[in-house]
């Protein structure tokens, strides 16, 4: 008898899985201030504030550990997002700005950690869709210090903006 009881509660161990949170956390951020000098030129480089304000966002980002960062493949996103992942020692990953939150982009982000740099008008709307709705504008091209945070856990999604100035 003592044998069939302790094999009974062996089984249920086995058959009871235990039920963990899975969270997904996204950090959205604009990229930095970007040179203006030359209004033809559609790749600029950061000036001088942005990057001041990159190294700014990786200093904010110190205890955030990223399993991932995406960003767009211009020059100032990427020079947004390189201080952090140097920091991190995290290769970036690139999106494509007309495929926000993408099946493959959510399969490959789900349960991890993500930060995730756009611009002025990719930014809200990538929230937009991770969030399922029309909640955020287009950003003011002269602000470039808000941060997105939205979190998912067991579907229930959160979110929220911050002025980080």
């Not at 509660?9 to 949170?21: A, D, M, V, Y």
């Not at 290769?91 to 789900?110: G, H, I, M, P």
Request: aromatic share 10%; glycine share 2%.
């Amino acid at each position: 008898m003592k044998k069939l009881l302790i094999l009974t509660l062996i089984c249920l161990s086995f058959s009871c899985k235990k039920q963990t949170k899975k969270t997904t956390t996204y950090y959205l951020i604009r990229h930095a201030e970007k040179e203006r000098t030359d209004s033809l030129n559609k790749n600029p480089d950061l000036n001088l504030k942005g990057q001041q304000r990159a190294i700014k966002w990786s200093n904010t980002f110190n205890a955030i550990n990223f399993d991932a960062i995406y960003t767009t493949n211009y020059k100032r996103t990427i020079q947004t997002a390189q201080p952090t992942a140097n920091k991190q020692n995290i290769k970036l990953k690139f999106y494509n700005a007309n495929q926000l939150y993408s099946q493959e982009f959510k399969k490959n982000t789900t349960g991890k950690t993500v930060l995730v740099v756009g611009h002025s008008n990719t930014t809200p709307s990538f929230v937009n869709a991770i969030i399922k709705q029309d909640k955020y504008k287009a950003i003011n091209d002269t602000v470039n210090s808000n941060l997105f945070k939205v979190t998912i856990t067991n579907g229930k999604i959160n979110d929220t903006l911050i002025d980080n100035k």
